[in-house]
């Protein structure tokens, strides 16, 4: 079973600058979370889609961030326009829908670098 | 969510059990606890999670004290593959579709295996 993917790895932009970042969960997951990391914080949470749908995006720092999740499968999450305090690193998770409290699985993570 | 305490950092010899103490002395009724890891670079990596029983599986031991008011992860025979950051967390449990939540994290423990 292929785990959750994220595209690309890493990416490096310029200030104002839009960048899109891609994230796989595994098939048949219909919870999946967007989290990151910034320079010597914690993870922290962003938003949870179950399917298609915004569970919660009470973490979502600001209206410069999208994310979206087409046809409940992959989601997107776009940074426009990008600014210094948005690098870090931003991890996808995904867990089943049924059965009580399935573990997320992350992904290893998007690295994102503002200049 | 209940706030965890761990301590920052933890030495093990490779070959020993490693036990990884967590105290959530404010836990509700109704919250797991679970345990995650970071090793650098990659993603967090699903270890184990309880609600009062003790755990285990392929990777490690959870043990949840009686009152629920900590835990411990134990690492049964550590390798250096093991050298990570460990993070224990309590989330509420959900029984409703659609509702599953985020994980909140924070700093973890540091743990070194060493030779």
């Known amino acids: 079973e292929a785990g959750v993917t994220q595209f690309p790895s890493h990416s490096v932009i310029e200030k104002g600058q839009t960048v899109t970042l891609r994230c796989d969960p595994i098939?048949?997951?219909?919870?999946l979370y967007w989290y990151r990391r910034v320079m010597g914080k914690e993870i922290k949470f962003l938003l949870h889609f179950v399917k298609e749908s915004k569970q919660d995006e009470s973490g979502m720092p600001n209206n410069r961030f999208l994310a979206e999740r087409t046809g409940g499968t992959y989601s997107t999450l776009k940074v426009q326009p990008a600014e210094l305090e948005d690098s870090g690193v931003y991890f996808c998770?995904?867990?089943?829908?049924?059965?009580?409290?399935?573990?997320?699985?992350f992904g290893d993570g998007t690295r994102l670098s503002i200049l | 969510d209940a706030k965890t305490t761990q301590p920052p950092s933890m030495d093990c010899a490779e070959g020993r059990a490693a036990n990884l103490p967590c105290n959530h002395s404010t836990i509700s009724g109704n919250e797991y606890v679970y345990w995650y890891r970071q090793i650098h670079s990659q993603g967090p990596q699903y270890i184990i999670h309880?609600?009062?029983n003790n755990e285990t599986n392929e990777m490690a031991s959870l043990i949840i004290t009686e009152d629920r008011k900590s835990s411990t992860l134990i690492l049964p025979h550590a390798t250096l593959r093991d050298t990570a950051v460990y993070y224990c967390?309590?989330?509420?449990?959900?029984?409703?579709?659609?509702?599953?939540?985020?994980?909140?994290f924070g700093t973890g423990t540091r743990l070194q295996v060493t030779l």
């Open positions: 967390i309590v989330r509420v449990i959900q029984f409703d579709p659609g509702t599953a939540s985020k994980l909140t």
């Open positions: 098939s048949g997951h219909d919870n």
């Open positions: 309880g609600l009062k």
């Open positions: 998770a995904s867990s089943q829908e049924v059965g009580e409290n399935q573990p997320q699985h």
